[in-house]
């Protein structure tokens, strides 16, 4: 793919995720920073948050709503330098054993290599979908939009507007789909040097703490959970608009990949893809997954 063409994909695909969103304004508004005992911050009045690690504690923050739906995006500036061990995660989850969830997980190296950017998607407790990439940037020089796009028939992870990789609703397949359980949005910096790079070979180097991670513009035009009652209400896509006595109906609702997007997710797919669970047969010697056998 030529430079040129790139740039126009680029394009095509942030509008494409942009459509229906909002703001999700300042972070004092809609996060909380839940641990880390002052390693994660409010910055520049709400604007930023900084999440830090050393070889006592790492930090993180979780939304103060819940969500079931929605477009959710978050920018983020990675750990730069030598970053080995270290996993910045943003991700959404419901709780109990039970949980559904669906992750970004971005796994630190050393200083030349690239990050690797960890996916998976959990229903009723069980993951173990895991597809992984490395990026067409920097991602420690500078902000990137990470988007989920989640409605009633797909789950669409997103880098920069770019679609990477699609989670498809084949409950008639007897696959378990995240539909019935509210979701948190969460984000963190910890250390998991015992598996995050090379399979845990290479450890943390306490000698570049602390590590820092930084998150801005974050995003959420999706419906607000608050009881049992609101579940049919978020699965319709629609709901009373803020500034009217009226209703809204979400875009994110009915949204999915044309054939041009599936031709731009298969594009990243065979040039950064460097792990895909439905590829990995030595792991499932009992058969695959059935979503594998769709794909």
Same mark, same amino acid.
């Given at each position: ?60 923050m %979780? ?54 950017v ?62 019935? %359980? ?17 399979? @845990? ?7 570049q ?28 896509g ?7 006595s009226?209703? %809204? ?5 009915r %949204?999915?990949?044309?054939?041009? @997007? ?34």
């Amino acid at each position: 793919m030529s430079p040129s063409s790139f740039r126009v994909l680029l394009l095509s695909l942030t509008a494409f995720f942009s459509l229906g969103s909002s703001r999700g304004g300042n972070f004092h508004q809609y996060f909380d920073i839940t641990w880390g005992d002052g390693r994660g911050n409010i910055l520049d009045n709400g604007h930023l948050v900084t999440l830090s690690m050393d070889k006592c504690s790492g930090s993180g923050m %979780q939304s103060k709503n819940e969500y079931l739906f929605g477009n959710i995006s978050m920018k983020i500036k990675l750990v730069p330098g030598d970053s080995a061990g270290t996993v910045t995660a943003f991700y959404l989850s419901s709780q109990g054993p039970t949980h559904d969830e669906i992750d970004f997980e971005f796994l630190g190296n050393l200083p030349g290599d690239p990050y690797v950017v960890h996916t998976n998607v959990f229903t009723q407790g069980k993951g173990n979908r895991e597809q992984r990439f490395h990026l067409w940037f920097d991602p420690t020089k500078g902000f990137h939009a990470y988007s989920f796009i989640w409605n009633l028939q797909h789950v669409i992870f997103a880098v920069d507007g770019i679609p990477i990789r699609e989670f498809k609703n084949l409950e008639s397949k007897g696959v378990g789909f995240p539909k019935n %359980q509210s979701m948190r949005v969460y984000s963190s910096l910890w250390n998991a040097d015992d598996w995050a790079t090379r399979g @845990g070979l290479v450890k943390t180097n306490w000698s570049q703490a602390p590590f820092t991670a930084s998150f801005r513009d974050f995003n959420a035009d999706a419906c607000v959970w608050s009881s049992p009652s609101d579940t049919s209400r978020c699965s319709s896509g629609r709901w009373p608009a803020a500034a009217t006595s009226g209703e %809204q109906h979400s875009v994110w609702m009915r %949204q999915e990949l044309d054939s041009k @997007g599936y031709k731009r997710m298969r594009w990243v797919q065979r040039k950064y893809m460097v792990y895909n669970y439905c590829a990995d047969r030595k792991r499932f010697p009992q058969g695959m997954p059935r979503e594998c056998k769709r794909h």
